[in-house]
């Protein structure tokens, strides 16, 4: 079986830890990313890390996912509100998917509590700031045992 998970992340988030750090921390997706890759290494995961400002992009990921992956994480950014698109491709993959988000999202303005893409996933985790990334990949490893 496949060790391999895809970590998505969508529009903006290439600019965490240079601008709002109030909300998003002092964090880059780089520093992201190398968290990601320690928990990898002690899980015996293979991990895809990508971030797109485009919709298409994350969808494309999706659909390479079907063919070679075991799982997705995604922090879909403002997709997340808005993109039926991304609910579709990831209803077309058959592992699990944890949804996260940096910050709480329930307690920001009312147009983000709802996610097109917690339709679909196993899991979410909001609020926990980019702890949230390891955090789904230590569960995901559980999912995949
Ligand atoms: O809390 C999250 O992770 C979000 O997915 C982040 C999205 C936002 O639209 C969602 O409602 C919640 C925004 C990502 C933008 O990322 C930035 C990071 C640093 C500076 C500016 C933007």
Redesign the pocket.
Known sequence: MSRLVFILN????N??????PE??GSDTLADVEAACRRIAEAAELEIRFHQSNREYELIDWIHEARDCAAGIII????F??TSVALLDALNCFEGPVIE????N?HK?EAF?HHSYVSLRADGVI?GLGVAGYPLALQHMQRLLE
């Open positions: 969508g529009p903006n988030l600019l965490l830890g240079k601008r709002q909300i998003y922090n879909p950014a403002a997340t509100h996260v988000h940096i910050s999202i920001r983000r909001a």
